[in-house]
C-alpha cells in the first residue's frame, strides 16, 4: 500500500497486542476499537472495514464469526492474541500482508468502476443534486422541521461517498444519528456543518 | 414497476431465450442511491436492471417476474425493506436478497437475517463491497450466467 495513499479502515476489538495494531498502522490501517461482538460487527459495517481484528475471546462463541459470515464478511475475521495464548491463530506478520492484500483488492475494485461509462457525467448530475437537497435543507433547518431535515441527512449519507464527496459522510452521519435520538438540537448544528462542507466541496 | 422501471442497455446477449434471462432488482427510495449502484452493476452484470422507488413497487416487481437478486434498501415510504423481506420469502422461487442500509446495527443485521437477507450492506459502501457480494452470490448459488466473465 502506498504511504501517500489515505488509511483504510480495519475494526480492532479486545485485547489485540499493541505490537499487532503497530504493524496495521505501518501497512496503512486507519483503527476502529469495538468494545463487544454487536460493536465490532457495527463498526465493520459503518466504517466498510478491511478486516476485522479480535482477541481470542471475541471469537470463542463464534456469534461475531456466525454475524459477519452471513453478511458476506466471513473472509475478514481474524483473531489475533498474545503469542501463546490459546485461541491465537495468526501471526502478526501475516496479519499486515492480509490488510495489504485486501487494500490491494479494493484499490483495483475502485479503478474498475472508476472507469465506467458516463461516470464523470454521472458526477456532475450528482453535484446538482447535492445543491439541491442543500437548499431543502436549508429550508427544513428554518422550519425547524427535523423529519425533512432527516430525510435529506440520510439521503446524504447513503449516496454523497459513492459520487466522491467522503467528506460530507461524517457530518451527515452525525446529523442523522443526532435526529434518530430524538436530540433536534443537535442535528440542527450538524446540518448547519453539513451545509458548509458541502458548499465548500462544490466551490 | 411504475416510472424508474429501466432495461438496462446490456441486458441479455441475444442468444438466452427471455425467460432464462437474469434480472437484478434495485429499491431504494433514492434516486441518487439507484443511479450509484445500478452504474457499478452495469460494469459486471449481464442482466436486466429494473429498478423501484418504494416497497410497494418492488413487490409489483417481485410478483410480476422473477429476479434472481435484489438489492434492497431498508428505510422506504409507504412499505419499507423488512416488510418486502417478509413478503419476498413466500415467493418461489425466493429471490437472493441483499439488504442495502444507511444504518449498521447489529440489531439491524439480526433483523434482516432473519427474514432472510443473504447479504447486509452499509452506505455509503466500496466497490470492494459490491464485488465481494456478487462473489458470494455467485458461490451461494452457482448461477454463473448474472456476472460478466472477469477479463
Known amino acids: ?203 | 414497476v411504475s416510472g424508474g422501471a429501466m432495461a438496462d442497455e446490456n441486458a441479455g446477449d441475444g442468444t438466452s431465450p427471455a425467460a432464462d434471462a437474469r434480472r437484478v432488482l434495485l429499491a431504494d427510495d433514492s434516486r441518487a442511491g439507484r443511479d450509484l449502484l445500478a452504474s457499478m452493476l452495469r460494469q459486471v452484470c449481464v442482466a436486466e436492471l429494473l429498478e423501484a422507488g418504494d416497497g410497494h413497487e418492488a413487490m409489483l416487481a417481485l410478483r410480476a417476474q422473477p429476479f434472481q437478486l435484489v438489492f434492497l434498501d431498508i428505510e422506504m415510504p409507504g412499505m419499507d425493506g423488512l416488510e418486502v423481506l417478509r413478503q419476498v420469502s413466500a415467493l418461489q422461487p425466493a429471490p437472493y436478497v441483499v439488504v442495502v442500509t444507511a444504518h449498521a446495527s447489529a440489531v439491524n443485521v439480526k433483523q434482516a437475517l432473519e427474514l432472510g437477507a443473504r447479504g447486509f450492506v452499509v452506505k455509503p459502501y466500496s466497490a470492494q463491497r459490491i464485488l465481494d457480494v456478487l462473489r458470494r452470490y455467485l458461490t451461494d448459488t452457482r448461477d454463473t450466467a448474472l456476472v460478466r466473465p472477469a477479463r
Open chain 1, 1 to 203: 500500500v502506498n504511504a501517500k495513499l489515505p488509511p483504510l479502515p480495519l475494526v480492532v476489538a479486545g485485547a489485540v497486542p499493541r505490537t499487532a495494531q503497530a504493524a496495521l498502522r505501518r501497512a496503512g490501517a486507519r483503527l476502529h476499537h469495538a468494545d463487544g461482538t454487536d460493536q465490532a460487527l457495527g463498526a465493520a459495517l459503518a466504517h466498510d472495514a478491511l478486516l476485522v481484528v479480535v482477541a481470542p475471546a471475541f471469537a470463542a462463541d463464534g456469534t461475531l464469526a456466525a454475524l459477519l459470515d452471513a453478511t458476506g464478511r466471513g473472509g475478514d475475521l481474524l483473531v489475533v492474541g498474545a503469542r501463546g495464548q490459546p485461541g491465537a491463530r495468526c501471526a502478526w506478520r501475516g496479519l499486515a500482508r492480509r490488510f495489504r492484500r485486501r487494500a490491494r483488492e479494493r484499490r483495483r475494485a475502485e479503478a474498475v468502476f472508476a472507469a465506467r461509462p458516463g461516470w464523470a457525467a454521472m458526477v456532475q448530475a450528482y453535484r446538482a443534486h447535492l445543491g439541491e437537497r442543500m437548499i431543502d435543507l436549508a429550508r427544513a433547518c428554518c422550519a425547524g422541521d427535523a423529519s425533512a431535515a432527516l430525510r435529506v441527512v440520510h439521503d446524504v449519507k447513503g449516496t454523497a461517498g459513492g459520487y466522491g464527496f467522503g467528506q460530507l459522510t461524517a457530518a451527515s452521519t452525525q446529523a442523522q444519528d443526532h435526529f434518530l435520538l430524538g436530540d433536534t438540537a443537535a442535528g440542527f448544528a450538524a446540518s448547519e456543518r453539513l451545509m458548509r462542507q458541502a458548499e465548500e466541496a462544490l466551490r
